[in-house]
């Protein structure tokens, strides 16, 4: 048995979930002739209310057309969400209306348990909604260290609006027509937050000056190469042109629509430069977390509350950490000495003598990526043992695009589009210095398959559920999965030797280190420095890692606490699972349980985890 969670967190786990963790087998005996249960046919009720939901996501995404477009559908793909404040009031006022709606038409009890699943989500919605609302002012457009608006909407059209034929590229330059206005409401949004005194960092501040500068540098704006918007746009016209799809005098005449589209870009960048030049002398550093802040207790319980989907306290969540800290050092240091080593901190030492940090080269680069995708390409072959459903798409690592990659950056994921016309996809920052090479496999699991990717891949392919269900996602569930299956993937023989399994174990203290370093920001009074100092000494990270981590938890609360409550969730259900069933527990069909519809929150999933072993009885 492989102890997942050692009995030092056990106290602090079972007050949060409600289940003791002890172990899990290594490789769980999979039932040869247990069957799934019976899946009995729609009820005309649920069908009834499945068409109610579909028809409020339509009307939704009338209201959200970039979400629209990262599902590839071409609904409102001119057009750009309104985050104003009446934007903003106007999706809120509509999610009220139609929640009331929903509980006016139809009765909770009459529903079959998915369909209430759905019911109960849909509804919670609505709570989550009038939080963030609530709490608008704390997370203004320029403050997020990862979705900060200079870089969010560029990376939006450069990676996820699609250009399949000259329609959609007339639609891209619209988009670009209308980034102007979209800026100057970021702009404005950014002016009420700090007439309350909730300014963004001064890290944050520069950083937003340095990036706008970059994306409005280069042709067609002076005489330097292709800013990254004209290159983005001159590349898929030419695979327009070379698939045929496209004359080259309709090329032509798209590409000067978007250099005009482009210059006119400029002086709303200008704008976002001068809005954040005026920002820098009064912008803070130091101790920056939501407890600085007026008001910002009320943010950071609201902010953990939707992150983790749970009533977690600051207290608790912080408690949860330090305890997972102990239980995967002790981990350590048994695989240390199973290497031959004293303890941990020996084969750390000894990882750095070997494979010393190192300036990323182009060479160095090109290796990465080609060894990245290998990994990803070789899990995907090992998935049947595990799970019966299985990714359809393309899969891809690649850098991350220039005017958002920073030193020690966070490798993230995108899913595909429910078409696979956009593949799915892991963008890694290599910038500053290189890690240990044995650091990659856990990152590909986590990221690409079988996390991210992969359960972004199976929930655009849904079938028979209402259709917001193939879009909405919860971090707890979401990056759960993600860390979940870097522990999988030491079961399913992924990792090739005790260093890579060492480093599976220093990719979860960090995760780990996340729950105390963000309470200790937002809910202590932690400064920069302290944390990124806990973040070196505990977490293992690098400087540079360290510093970028700790930016983005001050920018971001609650989101780092999402990835250790969810997964601790989903190894306590499926502990439970295996032994309530005993023999007749079957890992893939747990699996596909757990991943195959949808992100959802963790109190639900206990809800679906429950009725399956229930059924499997």
Known sequence: MRSFVHSAAATAVALVLAVPLSGLALRPARAETASSPVVAAPSAEDLRFTAFLDDAFGQELQLRPQLA???????????????????????????????????????????????????????????RAELTYKFRRYQPPFYSFLYSAHSELPNFLINTH????????????????????????????????????????????????????????????DGGPDSPLWADAKGKVGKLVAAGKLGQAEADSLLVDTRQSLLGLAPAYQRVMAWAQGELPSAPSGRVGAVSLPGGDAWYAAALKINTTTDLTAEQVHQIGLSEVTRIEHAQDLLAQKAGFKDRQAYYDERARLYPPAPWTDEARTAYLLRANETIAHTRTLLPEWFGLLPAYKAEVVREPSFSEVAGGAAHAGGPSPDGARPGRVYVHLLGMTDDPADLYNLMCHEGIPGHVMQGDIQVRQQGGPKFRKSYGYVAYNEGWALYTEALCKEMSVYPDVAADFMRLDAEIFRAARLVVDTGIHAKGWTEDQAVDYMMKTGRRPPDQARSEVRRYITLPGQATGYKIGMLKIMALRQKAEAELGPRFDIRSFHDLVVGSGSMPLSILERRVDGWIAARR
Do not use: C, H
Request: aromatic fraction near 6%.
């Open 69 to 127: 477009t990262r599902l590839g559908l071409k609904d409102g793909q001119d057009r750009l969400d309104d985050n104003s404040d009446a934007g903003l009031l106007k999706r809120l006022e509509w999610r009220r209306q139609n929640v009331a709606q929903m509980k006016a038409q139809f009765r909770r009890e009459l529903l079959s348990p998915a369909a209430q699943a759905n019911y109960d989500i849909w509804a919670l919605e609505l709570d």
């Open 162 to 221: 699609l250009v399949q034929a000259a329609p959609d590229m007339t639609a891209y330059n619209a988009r670009l027509r209308a980034l102007p206005a979209a800026l100057d409401t970021a702009i404005a949004q950014s002016q009420l937050s700090t007439a309350q005194g909730i300014k963004a960092p001064r890290f944050e501040v520069e950083r937003v000056i340095s990036g706008s500068r970059q994306i409005i540098s280069g042709a067609p704006f």
